[in-house]
């Protein structure tokens, strides 16, 4: 695995944090931390299946994500968070995303202008 897809797995996992975080001080009111849940399938994909396209998988579901935490205006958290723990996860959650969407259209990228391997 190249180092933009670890980085891609990595913050995969840092926003997976930053939405359970953010489940157990009660912010995210769901029964089930679906976001994690996610999250963590997708960077299990990204980081085992041998597939070059695999990272653009992890791209398209932070996007979803990406545009979820500007249109429920989750942002607004940063400036004036309720608590320590709501601050710390959704700036795990932005941080996680934007490193995600970032290194994942590097390995996305680089995995689609390489050719495979040709086994003879």
Do not use: C, K, Q
């Not at 930053?18 to 399938?41: H, K, S, W």
């Not at 994500?65 to 989750?74: A, E, I, Q, R």
């Amino acid at each position: 695995m190249n180092i933009a897809r670890t980085v891609h797995v990595g913050g995969l996992i840092t926003a997976a944090a930053g939405i359970l975080i953010l489940f157990l001080v009660g912010v995210v009111t769901a029964p089930v931390p679906v976001g994690t849940i996610v999250l963590v399938v997708t960077a299990a994909v990204v980081a085992v299946a041998p597939w070059r396209w695999a990272p653009l998988l992890g791209v398209a579901v932070t996007g979803y994500l990406v545009v979820g935490f500007v249109l429920n205006d989750t942002a607004a958290r940063l400036a004036d968070p309720a608590s320590t723990g709501e601050l710390v996860g959704t700036a795990a959650l932005a941080v996680g995303l934007a490193v995600a969407l970032v290194a994942g259209a590097v390995a996305g990228i680089r995995g689609v202008r390489t050719r495979p391997e040709v086994v003879s």
